[in-house]
């Protein structure tokens, strides 16, 4: 009887060190998908534009967030010695007007469409932390300004 009563023991030992590594990786892998899944559910929408900005009203302030629009015309002040920029961002049905401190990107003057990073003020104004510009796709020759060699004062040379 004795001896049935160690290889009682081993067995369970066993058994409760396989059950200690079971929970503990069912736990991990819980964590991990739990981390999966709320960061996926806040980050799959990249951006978000000037109407779904609106429909969110005051639960909007101060929360962190991207907020992509056109640049509206002739709605950009800038403020080149205190590295300040205004402007207003539209969907073609709202507007928000965006205030940016910090280093413009250069192609913003030319930009099709422009995506703040920041936060809703609670006056309805967005203050960006970041911004990206994106250029036009489509090459347009009609845009393209050529230099006129005609207008040159002076001799060229040319390496010779």
Known sequence: MATSTFTDNKPK???KYQLKYLIGAALI???IGYLIFFGLTQTSQWSINVTELKARGASAIGQGMRVSGQLEANSVAKDVKANKIAFVLTDGVNRLPVS???VVPDTFDRAVEVVAEGKLNPDGSFTASNLLARCPSKYDE???ELYDTS???G????GQ
Not at 155 to 158: D, H
């Open 100 to 102: 940016y401190n910090g």
């Open 13 to 15: 030992a066993k058994s």
């Open 142 to 144: 009609s845009k393209i």
């Open 29 to 31: 892998i819980g964590v």
């Open 155 to 158: 001799n060229v040379n040319y």
């Open 151 to 153: 207008k040159m004062q």
